[in-house]
Nanobody, 124 residues
Framework: VQLQASGGGLVQAGGSLRLSCAAS????????LGWFRQAPGKEREFVAA????????YYADSVKGRFTISRDNAKNTVYLQMNSLKPEDTAVYYC??????????????????WGQGTQVTVSS
């Protein structure tokens, strides 16, 4: 599975961005797709995830109510709509795929494939 993330950029606090993650290859075996982020000097942290077939969604507490994850199975693409952005949301955002059930999708170890990151910068 290959993952291509896009949509990052520079935005002012309070603004919005939408990230996209296009999956290719054996997408029929994807169990879930998720987004993680990593700020300078910090560990990579879970942001949101979506079950590929059922559509169940999961969010980190820090983004609940502001971010929305969705999927378009026909396009093999997952989106992360980010509203009310804050400077602390500044990070490189990565999409990743879980290929097996039975894992907590908030855990990095659950993910088998990772895309390249896309930079999100929120200015104050």
């Amino acid at each position: 599975v290959q993952l291509q993330a896009s949509g990052g950029g520079l935005v002012q606090a309070g603004g919005s961005l939408r990230l996209s993650c296009a999956a290719s290859g054996r997408t029929d075996r994807i169990y879930a797709l998720g987004w993680f982020r990593q700020a300078p000097g910090k560990e990579r942290e879970f942001v949101a995830a979506i079950n590929w077939s059922g559509g169940s969604t999961y969010y980190a507490d820090s983004v609940k109510g502001r971010f929305t994850i969705s999927r378009d199975n026909a396009k093999n693409t997952v989106y992360l709509q980010m509203n009310s952005l804050k400077p602390e949301d500044t990070a490189v955002y990565y999409c990743a795929a879980v290929m097996r059930s039975g894992w907590y999708v908030s855990q990095r170890d659950a993910y088998d494939y990772w895309g390249q990151g896309t930079q999100v910068t929120v200015s104050s």
